[in-house]
């Protein structure tokens, strides 16, 4: 069910730590256990879910970039895929890149500007062309080029212009947050130094607990790390919040006990809340309850993987 992001002390503290990385133009690593945030924080920092939307995707051969957006983000997120190279990350990442470029307000502005520009300048064409062929075969100026006759600057000149000014316009791209970071090889991982080497921009590496012990066994990379953060689960209060996020949503109510269970069995882990609070409300419906106990919330317990206590 689609519900209002919440920003937890835990996310407060992952967008401090990729503001810093971001700022201070370092290498970041973040890891934590499944389930706790992470990819959740990572998209809602860069504004993601709002990136694709206006089609900003990695794929090089997907044209769908709606044109008429606009987009202000913090970062670019991009997702590791399991059968990664140097070569298809590198691409990809560039075309991520690209395509915020093509969105950020700076560009939208200059290409408004700019295609008013041209538009006027064609105009001023035509109506110099029409003017020129008013003359007589060898009557000044019909006796010289058109292009000496043509009000400046021409079409092609401001298109020329254009052209320059759109190279010189700075890549907007601060952050690159790498999700799944644990699937790169030691390939990619080399690519990706090389990206951040020639981009003056941070880098944030966001995988399983170990990940900071895995790098470590790159010394070139490793020594380019400047910050390190670890993504702990939700406190019980902020658990007790989420819950209430989502009974708002779905018309859950709960007892003293309930709630007492809901924070024990998933142990302030996301992605279990959400599963468990699922469970429970298929429960509730199929026994036509309309209250959470303990009861409830056990008997939500048994139709789930979640491991043992």
């Not at 990136?51 to 983000?73: C, K, Q, V």
């Not at 429960?283 to 043992?308: H, K, Y």
Request: with cysteine.
């Amino acid at each position: 069910m689609a519900t209002t992001f919440i920003e937890t002390r835990e996310y407060r503290r992952f967008l401090e730590f990729c503001d810093s990385c971001s700022h201070h133009r370092y290498i970041g690593i973040c890891y934590g256990p499944p389930g706790v945030g992470k990819t959740l924080s990572a998209r809602h920092y860069t504004n993601w879910d709002e990136a694709e939307s206006l089609g900003i995707t990695p794929d090089p051969m997907f044209m769908t970039l709606d044109t008429d957006g606009e987009f202000s983000n913090q970062g670019i997120f991009y997702t590791a895929t399991v059968t990664n190279t140097p070569g298809r990350m590198d691409a990809e990442v560039k075309t991520l890149r690209k395509r915020v470029r093509d969105l950020c307000p700076i560009m939208k502005k200059f290409e408004t500007e700019q295609k008013k520009r041209e538009d006027e300048a064609f105009a001023r064409g035509r109506e110099d062309r029409k003017a020129y062929e008013l003359f007589e075969p060898g009557e000044w100026p019909k006796s010289k080029p058109f292009q000496d006759f043509e009000s400046k600057p021409t079409y092609d000149e401001v298109s020329k212009d254009t052209t320059r000014l759109w190279r010189k316009i700075e890549d907007p791209t601060r952050l690159i947050i790498i999700d799944e970071a644990d699937r790169l090889k030691m390939p990619s991982l080399e690519q990706l130094r090389h990206i951040f080497d020639r981009g003056g921009i941070g880098l944030v590496l966001i995988g399983m607990p170990g990940l900071e012990k895995r790098l470590a066994r790159y010394p070139q990379l490793y020594s380019r790390i400047g910050f390190a953060h670890q993504f702990s689960p939700l406190t019980s209060r902020e658990t007790l919040q989420l819950f209430d996020e989502r009974r708002l949503a779905a018309d859950l109510q709960a007892d003293d006990g309930g709630l007492a269970a809901i924070i024990r069995v998933t142990g302030g882990n996301f992605r279990l809340i959400d599963r468990l609070l699922a469970q429970i409300g298929r429960i509730l419906e199929i026994n036509s309850l309309c209250m959470i106990t303990r009861d409830v919330v056990e008997a939500a317990r048994e139709n789930l993987v979640i491991g043992t206590e």
